[in-house]
């Protein structure tokens, strides 16, 4: 990877909340139609043909829908310990974790240091959540994004909260961020960090110069990361773990309480 970051703002433009013509549904059998709806909300948002090509085609994610459809899968369980739920995430122990995250800061340190000089943000927290995440790229997700960012948007205990997420997907086809057989993740999360698609187009930065910001490329993701946290408050230099400020903008990442405990004790581990 490349020591010297350069870093581009991606100008994909949200547009201002709006009324939702689209409504949730219940059953399978009602996608079409929601994609119907959906199409005028995409259009007054200024989804292009590209997008809207994307959402024509954009079939019902059986894995997101059968996910959606068991809350009990989403485990409300609080851990006490981090360590605890960093083994069960990772189907391994906390200290494995650990070990292969401060290798992998580690092996890539130039690119860590210029991420944490320009945005403020240690590398053990990236890499951590990159981790967390997919891996370290190890597995960045097997399903098609637009498909599954609307049928999140279209499932009612997620709607319309997604639907900004599923039409800045399509605004990403358009743009040439993804297409439409892009995979990723089950929510429709784009590349090594899984960034929402609405998330990608307000924080995603070009950091490898070639003129395109890529969730697929590491380190644009993991520059979008630190670009992400920045924005939400992360203060440079200053303690993250639980009860401080810094702790605190780890919600904007993950709004999972175990999740952002999870994130603080590794990364104090590879600190340490």
Same mark, same amino acid.
């Given at each position: 990877m490349r020591s010297k970051i350069s870093l581009v703002s991606a100008l994909i433009l949200l !547009?201002? #909340?709006?009324?939702?013509?689209?409504?949730?549904? !219940?059953?399978?059998?009602s996608? *079409?139609? @929601?994609?119907?709806?959906?199409?005028?909300?995409a259009a007054n948002a200024g989804v292009g043909g590209a997008g809207m090509q994307a959402l024509s085609t954009a079939g019902l994610s059986d894995i997101t829908w059968r996910f959606e459809s068991r809350p009990s899968s989403q %485990?409300?369980?609080?851990? +006490?310990?981090?360590?605890? &739920?960093?083994?069960?995430? !990772?189907?391994? %122990?906390?200290?494995?974790?650990?070990?292969q995250a401060r290798r992998k800061m580690t092996q890539n340190q130039n690119v860590f240091d210029a991420l944490e000089r320009q945005f403020g943000v240690p590398g053990s927290i990236l890499v951590t959540i990159w981790g967390l995440e997919t891996s370290w790229g190890? @597995?960045?997700?097997?399903?098609?994004?637009?498909?599954?960012?609307? %049928?999140?948007?279209? @499932?009612?205990?997620?709607?319309?909260? &997604?639907e900004p997420h599923a039409i800045a997907a399509m605004q990403l086809v358009d743009r040439g961020v993804i297409t439409a057989n892009t995979r990723?993740? #089950?929510?429709?999360?784009? +590349?090594?960090?899984q960034f929402l698609a609405g998330n990608w187009a307000r924080f995603g930065v070009d950091a490898t110069g070639d003129g395109r910001a890529d969730p697929y490329n590491a380190v644009d993701a993991l520059a979008s990361a630190a670009?992400?946290?920045?924005?939400?408050?992360?203060?440079?230099g200053q303690p &993250? +773990?639980? *009860? !401080?400020?810094? &702790?605190?903008?780890?919600?904007a990442w993950n709004d999972s309480g175990n999740y952002q405990r999870a994130i603080a004790y590794a990364a104090g581990a590879i600190d340490g």
């Open positions: !547009t201002a #909340p709006m009324a939702h013509a689209a409504g949730c549904i !219940t059953d399978k059998g996608f *079409g139609a @929601y994609k119907n709806a959906l199409a005028q909300d %485990t409300g369980v609080s851990y +006490g310990d981090p360590a605890e &739920f960093l083994a069960k995430r !990772t189907q391994s %122990t906390a200290n494995a974790f650990v070990q190890g @597995y960045l997700g097997n399903s098609p994004v637009v498909g599954s960012a609307v %049928t999140l948007a279209s @499932y009612c205990r997620r709607h319309p909260r &997604f990723g993740g #089950p929510s429709g999360e784009l +590349g090594h960090m670009n992400m946290l920045r924005a939400n408050g992360w203060r440079a &993250f +773990g639980q *009860g !401080t400020s810094n &702790f605190g903008v780890l919600s």
